[in-house]
């Protein structure tokens, strides 16, 4: 069982930045975020594995950067360029089934998920 718990969230401006964290209390070899806004299915923003390479959609390449600090047992995502179809609830995720190479783009390919954070960017 991995606890995953975001935080961070928040209401900006169109263009503004905002960092979220998510604490983990295992590590495990592939880490995600999601996000899914009202309505709307969730849909994947980034995934990095335990040798910190990230793979982003194509929504928020060159805006967003996930990082690692396992001094701190914790997973960021950096949101610059913020834009208002960037708003919704956003979800730290974690999978223990897969290797460094196989972490996955998609929902089943997590089986740990936070409880969400909401981020909110007006225009």
């Keep these: 069982q991995v606890q995953l718990e975001e935080s961070g969230g928040g209401s900006v401006q169109a263009g503004g930045s905002l960092r979220l964290a998510c604490r983990f209390d295992k590590r495990t070899a592939c880490m995600g975020w999601f996000r899914q806004a009202p309505g709307q299915e969730r849909e994947w923003v980034t995934t990095i594995n335990t040798e910190g390479r990230a793979k982003y959609s194509d929504a928020v390449k060159g ?55 909401q981020v909110t960017v007006s225009s």
């Design 63 to 117: 805006r967003f950067t996930a990082s690692k600090d396992y001094a701190k047992d914790s997973l960021y995502l950096q949101m610059d360029s913020l834009k208002p179809e960037d708003s919704g609830l956003y979800y730290c995720a974690a999978d223990s089934r897969w290797t460094s190479f196989q972490c996955k783009d998609l929902q089943a390919g997590y089986n740990y998920w936070g409880q969400g954070t």
